[in-house]
């Protein structure tokens, strides 16, 4: 039987027993001299990615009776770790070095800017008692298929709503973890393991895992990609953007959003993408009230985008969402759309329009999740989960007291 991980206070361990996902069979305590089996992982070592013997322990009193020994490890796996960022680096300057891109990427030569595929890490797996979706082992959602099919949208009852509530409370809190962790030299993979974790500790299970064949717990879309992009082993570069797109499923219910980040120093018309995405959602979310139809969405959207000079992306488009991650209605995010429906109290619905710095035309990579604007230029995207209520909209996925602010609410940051 899995057991969730839990933090010693004081001692910097980690008690990890016998779980699915990180047995302590046949391990030994890492102190010298003693035999007893160990169940305690260093908290340090597990952050620092070290794996094996040396970083458990049969008790928090061995570990501190070792502890100003043990340290030396962390510095050692600190300055690898370094070493290897800094080699990260140098391969992304030189093309040399990189790690293998994916299979299906031999020969390809339809690259529309500077972005190119790394290697993919395996799947992390999933603790056997969370819940999972109908997809979690056949990647295929039959529910969904059918409610494509019937077209029918579901007005959730009150206890539904507080189902669909807590989820997106826990997807905020898991894209919040990933979002503080953004910076030069982190790879998306490396954001991916944090969201997987954050899922687990939280009994959730990471909605895109294995959806339709997804390889990850989240989507990460550097730059010219403008949705579904697979997070990899390239090191985030100064001048980046991405966006990191959340869903989890808890008690049934899946919540879903996401955020356009920005790594380092960005140029300003970069920045004003970002916050003109931002804006953006905040238009559509405005525009929905009970009685208005689910097609004036997209207009307000793009009249927005237009504002600046930017474009809006009409391959893809806000869904339904509920007990299935994705089913009706389809909320498209530009003009003259063809969305069918008005919205109606009980309604629940992401909207998430993709705005591009040129043209809003996509390129879909071999992989077939990663979509690229088609001049190379860059996109940017922000999500939420909504519900209509009887006055308005409720955003169940909104920033709470915890989470970080966004760039713009810092004077002067067009200077910066």
Not at 82 to 90: E, G, R, S, W, Y
Not at 156 to 181: I, N, Y
Not at 312 to 338: D, M, Q, S, T
């Amino acid at each position: 039987m899995a057991t969730h991980a839990r933090k010693l206070p004081h001692t910097e361990l980690i008690a990890a027993e016998d779980t699915s996902d990180t047995p302590a069979y046949g391990r030994r305590c890492a102190k010298p001299g003693c035999v007893a089996a160990a169940a305690w992982q260093c908290a340090v070592c597990a952050r620092l990615g070290m794996r094996g013997a040396p970083g458990w322990f049969c008790s928090p009193e061995c570990f501190q009776g070792w502890r100003s020994f043990h340290e030396k490890l962390h510095q050692a796996a600190r300055l690898k770790n370094a070493q290897q960022a800094i080699a990260n680096v140098k391969a992304l300057d030189t093309g040399v070095g990189a790690c293998a891109p994916p299979a299906g990427f031999c020969g390809y030569t339809g690259y529309t800017g500077s972005l190119r595929p790394w290697e993919v890490t395996p799947y992390r797996p999933v603790r056997r008692e969370i819940a999972r979706p109908d997809y979690a082992y056949t990647q295929r959602s039959l529910a969904e298929e059918e409610a494509q099919r019937s077209g029918s949208v579901p007005r959730l009852r009150p206890e539904q709503v507080e189902r669909l509530r807590a989820a997106c409370e826990v997807a905020r809190a898991v894209l919040d973890a990933a979002g503080a962790a953004v910076d030069v030299g982190v790879t998306t993979d490396d954001l991916d393991a944090i969201v997987h974790e954050e899922c687990m500790r939280r009994d959730a299970y990471p909605s895109p895992l294995n959806y339709y064949g997804f390889p990850k717990s989240c989507c990460t879309s550097v730059n010219e990609v403008i949705c579904h992009g697979i997070p990899d082993r390239r090191p985030l570069q100064d001048g980046d953007i991405v966006d990191i797109d959340v869903t989890v499923y808890y008690n049934g219910y899946h919540g879903d959003l996401n955020e356009t980040y920005l790594v380092g120093r960005v140029d300003r018309a970069s920045k004003r993408l970002v916050k003109n995405a931002y804006d953006c959602l905040q238009a559509g979310i405005a525009s929905v009230r009970p009685g208005r139809a689910l097609c004036d969405i997209g207009a307000v959207i793009e009249r927005q985008a237009r504002r600046h000079g930017h474009s809006v992306v009409r391959g893809y488009c806000g869904h339904g969402i509920h007990e299935l991650f994705h089913g009706p209605p389809n909320i498209p995010h530009y003009a003259k759309n063809r969305a069918v429906g008005v919205a109606q109290p009980g309604m629940a619905f992401t909207i998430e329009p993709m705005i591009c710095a040129g043209s809003a035309r996509d390129v879909l990579w071999p992989d077939r999740w990663t979509a690229v604007t088609a001049d190379g230029k860059r996109s940017a995207q922000f999500e939420e989960t909504l519900l209509v209520t009887p006055v308005g909209v409720e955003v169940l996925t909104a920033k709470n007291d915890a989470s970080p602010r966004y760039f713009w609410q810092r004077d002067g940051w067009e200077e910066e």
